[in-house]
């Protein structure tokens, strides 16, 4: 059950913010066999004179042409590298496909948790749906 954050500039229409979750709920389910109803998206948005690269304000003519989403990614501990990989990359080409830009421009954070430490419905996923067997070794 993953749980997205995307933090991006505000520069956008309501139409691309749901182009947008559809394109990447896609790219999770398609990786993950996740049903649309388990994957969780959040974005928060920010006016682009609010963002620095490099150390100068993006706004007026010295701006940088282009988004450069951050995107946090939660989910239990256990996911193999392997399947980072294919889920980074499904949600890096469901960004580009709809804001354009470059791949490089798309940055993917992973925060694994235990079921321990993750409830819904106030009841641990522990005690919903059972240990989570141990990764195969790397």
């Known amino acids: 059950m993953p749980f997205i ?8 229409s309501e139409e691309t913010f749901g182009e947008l979750a559809k394109a990447v709920t896609d790219a999770v389910m398609a990786t993950l066999g996740s049903q649309p109803q388990w994957v969780t998206i959040v974005f928060e948005t920010y006016a682009r004179r609010r963002w620095s690269l490099g150390g100068a304000l993006q706004h007026g003519s010295e701006a940088v042409e282009g988004s450069r989403p951050f995107i946090s990614v939660k989910f239990h501990k256990g996911r193999q590298a392997d399947k980072k990989r294919q889920v980074a990359a499904g949600i890096t080409d469901a960004v580009v496909s709809v804001l ?3 791949r490089d421009w798309v940055t993917v954070v992973f925060d694994d948790y235990a ?16 240990p989570v067997p141990p990764p195969d070794p790397v």
Do not use: M, P, S
């Open 100 to 102: 354009g830009g470059e």
């Open 115 to 130: 079921q321990e430490d993750w409830a819904i419905g106030g009841r641990l996923q522990l005690d919903r749906h059972g």
């Open 5 to 12: 954050t995307f933090k991006i500039d505000d520069d956008r």
